[in-house]
């Protein structure tokens, strides 16, 4: 490798760590990360608060003083709630005088209307209602509701102009289902505390798998964190995503720019394309280190301070650092070699588009894999050269991980690939750099990686 490739990368890297971009995507990427969790804690309570008055129609004439009594419950009980709720169903003991409690839920207000005998003359009534804002829901319980043999009317219709909300919905079904089996229980003479005695479920602890340890000892099965078995391949595989972006649409911005500006000719005089091109997927590379080294230690002192050391993958480090160095050098050429054909970035985003497309379809299948990363379209999704830095990732950092020869085998296809696309990314750079004029197509990009 020549000298000047290592000159080229330096500068790339002292330009890059020292811009304005680079501060603020430190400042800024824990915000992506985590703002729509601080966003949603800081809009938990401005909520909607009005009254929702909803008119019931009882044909069986046995529910509705069960509703009412269920909304007074309902508007006392779960409207209302204080720091000290929230600390106790987090499981932390509370001391001292009550909290303030604050409305976060919209009150339930029930209006007995009498059934008639035009039950479309009256949902119309009852609907019109709805749309003049003077009821916000219908509730029609059926004659037959408490018959188990069912019957000509035995169901519950709600009507509503806003189906999104399904906060009176589920209170509804949950009140219903409970009076509609506490009587039917009593009709057929059994007892209802024995019934729930029977249908309480049992625990369901997740462990892993039963080892063994040295000098053959069994060791017991750990319990499994669902907290690091989702957040901690979640967490890995955004981090990644976003630092190639933030490595490779530099360089394609870069390689137009001085093409526009004619800087590249006279680079030319100097070095060569190739290690032209090299020194800066090297430079942004070390880059992408840079900013990841600069995450990991402030992730590493944050999980010190919560005592949660044992959610950081710390054994994940290198195998990280491997798949986004090939990540960077593998896309990266490919942008490269797009922006020195390109005369500004309108002419680029057509070209950019395939590139773009590969980069999100691992993306796309995160859940699949997160959720089955054994199985087999997982296996030869992360095998795939293209998508195996961020699938192998995932399925390495799920419990119990994927044999050794799995992330060794997807290493050796992606190092191929991305030596491939250098080489490629190398004689469409030499030959676009100096071109000027019409935009190419694929197609030319095809033929000047073939024929140089």
Not at 354 to 359: N, R, W
Not at 363 to 377: D, E, I, K, N
């Amino acid at each position: 490798m020549s000298g000047k490739v290592w000159v080229v990368a330096g500068r790339e890297y002292r330009v890059s760590v020292r811009s304005k971009s680079f501060v603020v995507a430190i400042l800024l990427m824990p915000v992506f990360m985590f703002g729509g969790i601080g966003v949603q804690l800081l809009m938990e309570d401005r909520v909607d608060t009005d009254t929702k008055q909803v008119a019931v129609v009882d044909r069986s004439g046995k529910l509705f003083e069960t509703l009412a009594t269920a909304a007074e419950q309902y508007n006392a009980q779960e409207v209302y709630r204080s720091r000290m709720d929230r600390n106790t169903s987090a499981g932390q003991e509370t001391s001292g005088s009550a909290a303030p409690r604050k409305q976060v839920r919209s009150k339930i207000a029930l209006q007995q209307v009498a059934p008639a005998k035009d039950r479309e003359a009256q949902r119309l009534e009852l609907s019109d209602r709805v749309r003049n804002k003077e009821l916000f829901a219908i509730i029609e319980i059926g004659a037959d509701i408490l018959n188990p043999e069912g019957g000509a009317d035995p169901g519950i219709m709600y009507y509503s102009n806003s189906p999104t909300y399904e906060d009176i919905q589920r209170w509804l079904r949950r009140v219903v289902s409970d009076r509609v089996r506490e009587v039917r229980l009593a009709q057929a003479g059994i007892d209802q505390k024995l019934v729930e005695r029977a249908m309480t479920p049992p625990s369901i602890e997740s462990l892993g798998l039963v080892t063994r340890g040295e000098g053959g000892k069994v060791e017991s099965a750990k319990q499994v964190n669902q907290l690091q078995t989702f957040m901690v391949p979640f967490g890995l595989v955004m981090l990644m995503w976003v630092a190639v972006m933030m490595a490779t649409q530099p360089l394609l911005h870069g390689a137009i720019e001085e093409k526009m500006q004619r800087i590249s000719e006279v680079l030319l005089g100097s070095v060569r394309p190739f290690d032209l091109m090299l020194g800066k997927l090297i430079g942004f590379v070390g880059m992408a280190l840079t900013l990841i080294g600069v995450y990991s230690i402030g992730i590493y002192f944050v999980a010190r301070h919560f005592d949660a050391l044992d959610l950081v993958p710390i054994a994940m480090l290198g195998w990280f650092v491997v798949y986004l160095s090939l990540a960077i050098l593998m896309f990266g050429s490919l942008f490269l070699a797009v922006g020195a054909c390109c005369n500004d970035l309108r002419e680029a985003q057509n070209l950019v588009m395939p590139i773009m497309l590969v980069m999100v379809l691992p993306l796309m299948a995160l859940g699949t894999v997160l959720r089955f990363p054994s199985s087999q379209f997982s296996t030869v999704l992360s095998l795939i050269p293209f998508a195996t830095p961020m699938v192998m990732m995932v399925r390495q950092a799920v419990p119990p991980g994927v044999p050794i020869w799995q992330p060794m085998v997807g290493v050796i296809g992606t190092l191929l690939t991305t030596l491939l696309c250098v080489w490629a990314a190398g004689r469409i750079f030499r030959v676009g750099l100096l071109m000027q004029g019409k935009p190419p197509k694929l197609t030319d990009l095809a033929k000047w990686a073939i024929r140089g």
